[in-house]
């Protein structure tokens, strides 16, 4: 039997702040047992990389389904976005010019959109200016602060808006090593 094609498995809600724990081996055996293979996962926040033959939105959805569940999670703040190896080597690709490739002077972040339009989700975002730079991609926000100044970011006030349910935040250095590991 093949495995089919590769795809990486973002869980949003998972391990953040003392809630929703999840070891990343109890996430491994779960995916394994809804039948996905060569499952791996990379550090503490719910990233995977599995292989199957379904397309990536029946795997969010199996995943979705049974998650909650199987881990006694917080179903308002888990949610799942499952991309295959060309979406997110064009997150890559599509950064804005420069973007990350100065990691001792800012602070970069992709943040990942579900069911969200980059144009809605930038209203939950009020920038600081010299801090915060924000660019809207397909299906991500790129976010920008500088190091220098990363207390005075305004980054977090996003995350009491109703939309932040809806986007799951991966530091630069992690979306390139999961673009590595796909």
Excluded: C
Excluded at 18 to 39: I, Y
Excluded at 160 to 182: C, E, H, I, N, Q
């Amino acid at each position: 039997m093949t495995a089919g094609n590769s795809y990486l498995v973002l869980l949003r809600g998972i391990n953040v702040g003392g809630k929703n724990k999840l070891p990343m081996a109890a996430l491994r055996s779960f995916l394994e047992d809804l039948g996905f293979e060569n499952v791996s996962t990379y550090i503490q926040s719910g990233n995977a990389i599995v292989q199957s033959d379904l397309g990536a939105a029946s795997i969010a959805s199996k995943i979705e389904k049974e998650l909650v569940s199987a881990f006694e999670l917080d179903s308002d703040l888990v949610k799942v976005l499952v991309l295959g190896r060309s979406q997110l080597k064009a997150v890559v690709d599509d950064r804005p010019r420069g973007f990350g490739d100065e990691p001792d002077k800012y602070h970069s972040d992709a943040i990942f959109l579900m069911g969200l339009s980059p144009k809605e989700a930038l209203t939950a975002f009020s920038p600081l200016e010299g801090v915060d730079t924000l660019w809207p991609g397909k299906g991500v926000i790129y976010s920008q602060r500088l190091s220098a100044k990363r207390t005075k970011s305004r980054l977090n006030r996003m995350m009491a808006s109703p939309l932040y349910k809806s986007m799951t935040v991966r530091t630069w250095g992690t979306v390139t090593k999961l673009l590595d590991m796909l």
